[in-house]
């Protein structure tokens, strides 16, 4: 039984991925995590006592981060700014703990020469044409378009340099965009859910034809789990689960879902540089893994995390007035 190090273990995915490994494996995990905005102890409840452990620090610290690499068999390295619209409003803390602190995780893994994971993004490959029948690959050539995207580009970058320089036992993963329980309410669909769930009205960018490749999120992490387990170290494994949909076309879904007409939402301002498509080819994760996604039906996955949210508001609450005003601000 191995001992986990998870960074960003109180946000989305990592708290998700908490659950998995603790759900499913006998392994043990050690959360180190910062509590910025976006993490939430209320996220990690209800986990066994005695193969659990919370460390609030910052992946920047390297004082912190020293000693607890020392004591873990591998480190999954979750922790980031994750929010497209709030690296347009400032990127300093995306260059801090996306890059800085995915440097300090390195060096300290070097160090103890620890197994790494390292959890990226299909946007470090920019976007696609919405009429290009082309997917990304782990060949496709890194055009990332925001603060966002290229800080987590290049801390992608930083990982394979030390594998190659270094020998670092490391494997990367870039995945399409995530849904499921406790996403933070800035996020795409959890915002049009409680916007609903508030008297409001669902708020589409633009035209709202850019085309995002949904995932559930549980699906992401049975795959990360894969990867660390049977991945050959020093590659790349892109992870998605053929879910291309539109903007459009998901509000739409919501609103019939929640009982709402489908046209009931407001057309608000454009995201600055907006990626138009992504789309993720995950043939050599299924060929050399056998890894299969377990949601195949977006509406489904797509009910049971409304029905999350209906059941939770107790979670997302303390956070929507504030999100809501930050949007509002902007015209979004
Ligand atoms: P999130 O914003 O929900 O959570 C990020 C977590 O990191 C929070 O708990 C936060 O407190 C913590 N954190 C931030 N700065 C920190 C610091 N300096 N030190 C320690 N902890 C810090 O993010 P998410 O959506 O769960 O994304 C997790 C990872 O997955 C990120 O690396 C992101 O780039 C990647 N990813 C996300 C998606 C998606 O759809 N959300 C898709 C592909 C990849
Ligand atoms: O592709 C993976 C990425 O997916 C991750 O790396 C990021 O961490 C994650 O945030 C997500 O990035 P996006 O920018 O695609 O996700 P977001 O939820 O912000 O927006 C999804 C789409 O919906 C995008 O085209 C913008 C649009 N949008 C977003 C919001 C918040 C709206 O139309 N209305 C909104 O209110």
Redesign the pocket.
Known sequence: MANYLVTGGAGFIGSNFVHQVLGTTGHSVTVLDALTYAGNRASLEGLPVDRFSFVQGDIADPDVVNDLVAAADVVVHFAAE????NSLRDPSPFIRTNLVGTFTLLEAARHHEVRYHHIS???VYGDLELDDPGKFTPETAYRPSSP??AS?AGSDHLVRAWVRSFGLEATLSN????YGPYQHV????P??ITNILDGGRP???GA?L?V?DWIHVEDHNSAVLQIIEHGRIGETYLIGADGERN?KTVIEAILSLMGQEPDAYDH?ND?PG??LR?AIDASKLREELGWTPRYRDFESGLAATIQWYRANESWWRPQKAAVEAA?AAQG?
């Open positions: 994750s929010h497209n619209d993004t299909d946007e966002y995207s987590k995945c399409s965009n995530n800035e996020k795409f669909i915002r049009q708020k589409l960018y709202g850019n995002r903007n608000v995201r907006h990626d992504y949007y979004q």
